[in-house]
């Protein structure tokens, strides 16, 4: 379809579904604007998408600001950052606080989705403040949501501004009440640390991962037994022995044999990168210690004899 069709009939037609009576038809409506713009150029959508655009973000029903919430990364994607900087960022961090929980989530879970197309200063002085009063958000799947988008934006602004303004948000986040959202930073923390390096991984945060390692949940104990075989994997024999080796080794005498079975998994991992002196002088005799009290029950010495079987493994044997 030519352009000049949708600007002269289309677009005329959309202005006045916009504001139809039925939420349902308006819901429609944002799909549709979401096609448009993709076809129109940026100065065309300026000009004539633009002026919709502002006006659906603060529509009276959730279920309209749900629908802008879910399209607004495709939505910014064709406006390009400009026009989203300029005009509707301010509006998209109104969705972060809107009275609806689904909206709310639709548009903290939508947004490390169109990082890209937001400025860092728009980042810090627009969307992070809103993202402060949603880490005491009742609904937990909005909390969640935070949470991986919390860690894309570490990705994307200033190393300093990461460790000092959202790195405590991270922390108190692996305190949540909630496993889903302890999970969800557990999920999404790997990619940022190894962005910013291994500072970002403060006493604060080991203390948080040794607390998880109580964790009622095995499946958090066992991502984080997987994120610190990853990050030690990365980060190398100095970040193993000084941050993560002591909270790793717990996974030795987890009751729960598939958290087990993951360490053992990293520790070959590991041996396949620290090399056999490493398993000799450094992990074998951790593994040695932890074992040899009388009180372990058989499965546990089992997998130490498991664990210790990779020193075979590093010698080719």
Same mark, same amino acid.
């Given at each position: ?20 009576? %039925? ?146 948000? $991270? ?5 949540d009440e909630h496993h889903e959202v302890r ?5 999404? @923390? ?15 945060? $080991? ?23 990853? $990050? ?13 080796? %002591? ?31 490493? @398993?000799?002088?450094?992990? $074998? ?33």
């Amino acid at each position: 379809m030519e352009k000049e069709v949708i600007v002269s009939d289309i677009v005329p037609s959309l202005k006045l579904l916009i504001t139809d009576e %039925q939420d349902t038809i308006r819901m429609i409506c944002v799909g549709a604007m979401v096609g448009i713009a993709k076809i129109l150029s940026k100065d065309e959508n300026k000009k004539v998408m633009l002026p919709i655009t502002l006006a659906i973000f603060e529509d009276k029903s959730w279920k309209v600001r749900l629908a802008i919430a879910k399209n607004f990364p495709e939505l910014a994607g064709a406006f390009g950052k400009e026009i989203v900087d300029a005009s509707l960022t301010t509006k998209f961090s109104l969705l972060l606080k809107d009275d609806e929980a689904d909206v709310r989530t639709a548009a903290v879970t939508s947004l490390k989705s169109c990082l890209k197309t937001i400025s860092a200063e728009k980042i810090q002085t627009v969307i992070i403040p809103q993202l402060n009063d949603l880490m005491r958000d009742s609904s937990f799947s909005v909390r969640a949501g935070l949470a991986g988008s919390l860690c894309s934006i570490c990705t994307v602004i200033k190393k300093d501004v990461a460790i000092t303004r959202l790195l405590p948000l $991270l922390i108190d986040l692996l305190k949540d009440e909630h496993h889903e959202v302890r999970m969800a930073i557990l999920a999404e @923390v790997q990619p940022v640390a190894i962005s910013i390096g291994p500072e970002f991984i403060t006493s604060s945060m $080991l203390i948080s991962f040794s607390n998880l390692m109580k964790d009622q949940k095995w499946r958090v104990r066992n991502a984080v037994i997987e994120l610190l075989g990853n $990050l030690s994997k990365e980060f190398g024999k100095d970040f193993y022995s000084k941050s993560a080796e %002591q909270i790793f080794l717990l996974f030795l005498v987890d009751t729960v044999a598939e958290v087990r079975e993951t360490g053992m998994a990293k520790i070959e991992q590991l041996a396949s990168v620290f090399k056999a002196d490493w @398993v000799v002088k450094t992990y $074998l005799p951790k593994a040695v210690e932890a074992f040899g009290k009388e009180k372990q029950g058989y499965l546990y010495r089992i997998t130490a004899l498991r664990s210790m079987a990779v020193r075979g493994c590093c010698n080719g044997r």
